[in-house]
T-cell receptor, first 115, second 113 residues
């Protein structure tokens, strides 16, 4: 069975500082990996995804993530955080199925941005 | 191109009642997935519909059921509502296939009293 762990429930970062969110997954084969962001009371917006190829993937809003198979990790990074990045971030792993993925999400990391 | 839309936005029901939530998929998408997000938790997979057939189900009881229509829009039905069914219900649409990427709607907030 697949699973995702996001070890940090809350992270507080100063505006302009760098941000790294941790994600560890468990999956029996090469995973499909995703990062989504959720603003309060809203749906999920896709930040980036990894299917294959280059292990460093670029996403929207200046985010990037690196897939490390040896560590079963897919950490999300941003070099300089803006106040608008305050939100909840979810890592997800997709089970490969012919007709589409079933996503398993981590518990999320809430990011607070200090002025 | 319109994104995924869901209705209603908010809903209040009492225990034992039935509820129907609706989702319109993004143009061209033939796959719809439903997720339940309890407060303070990550979304949990309920089930997925692909070309009008159920294509996988999570660990939810049979009182959670769904439909997908020929235009690929979808409904989620929950019978005999329980207090623990209070949650944000998210719908995601996608093209399906091996490189499936799901795009989420804004969700329906269900409160069961």
């Amino acid at each position: 069975a697949q699973s995702v762990t996001q070890p940090d429930i809350h992270i507080t970062v100063s505006e302009g500082a760098s941000l790294e969110l941790r994600c560890n997954y468990s999956y029996g084969a090469t995973p499909y990996l995703f990062w989504y962001v959720q603003s309060p009371g809203q749906g999920l917006q896709l930040l980036l995804k990894y299917f294959s190829g280059d292990t460093l993937v670029q996403g929207i809003k200046g985010f990037e993530a690196e897939f490390k198979r040896s560590q079963s990790s897919f950490n999300l990074r941003k070099p300089s955080v803006h106040w608008s990045d305050a939100a909840e971030y979810f890592c997800a792993v997709g089970a490969h199925r012919a007709a589409g993925n079933k996503l398993t999400f981590g518990g999320g990391t809430r990011v607070l941005v200090k002025p | 191109e319109t994104g995924v839309t869901q209705s209603p936005t908010h809903l209040i029901k009492t225990r034992g009642q039935q509820v129907t939530l609706r989702c319109s998929s993004q143009s061209g998408h033939n796959t719809v997935s439903w997720y339940q997000q309890a407060l303070g938790q990550g979304p949990q997979f309920i089930f997925q519909y692909y070309r009008e057939e159920e294509n996988g189900r999570g660990n939810f009881p049979p009182r959670f059921s769904g439909l997908q229509f020929p235009n690929y829009s979808s409904e989620l039905n929950v019978n005999a509502l329980e207090l623990d069914d209070s949650a944000l219900y998210l719908c995601a649409s996608s093209l399906g296939g091996q490189s499936d990427t799901q795009y989420f709607g804004p969700g329906t907030r269900l409160t069961v009293l």
